[in-house]
């Protein structure tokens, strides 16, 4: 099974692929079974186990990374687009990531100038209290507009995407649902 975000050792150079080390480094039992790693809001790594617990990665020693299919297909770049038309519209626009490294990250990629004199927003969904059901924040004024990005709907529907890509195949870029009769 691939995980949608994987965890580099800075001091190694290396990802760490093995659930059992994972488990070790984050201060675990690796007997307690590998379930999968998340993200805290600050970036630090945490790895989940299968009984509920969860162990804290020294962000100064490890990373998390997101596969490489995934990254640089312009998704963050051309919701950016959007985010600066829509303010420039006069909307009020919130852009939400999944953590506060990566929300300054594309902070700084805007432009702090360009954010501040449009007003445009750069928060994650824990700060801004993002209701996942309807992708927005219940009592705002109509004016708000949420942006998402993917990583923020990745690593929130980590388990689901995981179930919905498990029988695809893989066809260059693109994934093809396989639908076969089952016999």
């Known amino acids: ?53 969860f162990g804290y990665l020294d962000p100064n020693k490890y990373q998390v990374r997101y596969l490489e299919e995934r990254k640089r297909t312009g998704r963050t770049s051309r919701m950016l687009s959007e985010a600066k038309s829509l303010a420039e519209q006069g909307r009020d626009v919130y852009v939400v990531f999944n953590d506060r490294s990566q929300a300054n990250h594309w902070r700084n990629m805007f432009g702090e100038a360009l954010a501040e004199k449009l007003g445009v927003k750069f928060e994650t969904a824990h700060e801004v209290g993002l209701d996942w059901e309807i992708m927005t924040v219940r009592g705002t004024h109509p004016n708000c507009v949420f942006l998402i990005d993917h990583t923020a709907i990745e690593q929130r529907y980590k388990k689901q995407l995981e179930m919905m890509n498990k029988y695809a195949v893989s066809t260059g870029n693109l994934l093809r649902m396989v639908s076969e009769p089952v016999t």
Not at 23 to 33: E, H, T
């Open 1 to 53: 099974m691939e995980m949608i975000m994987r965890i580099y050792d800075i001091e190694n150079k290396e990802y760490i692929e093995d659930g059992d080390t994972l488990m070790r480094v984050s201060g675990q039992d690796p007997r307690m079974g590998f379930e999968s790693v998340a993200v805290q809001g600050d970036g630090t790594p945490i790895v989940c186990d299968q009984c509920g617990n």
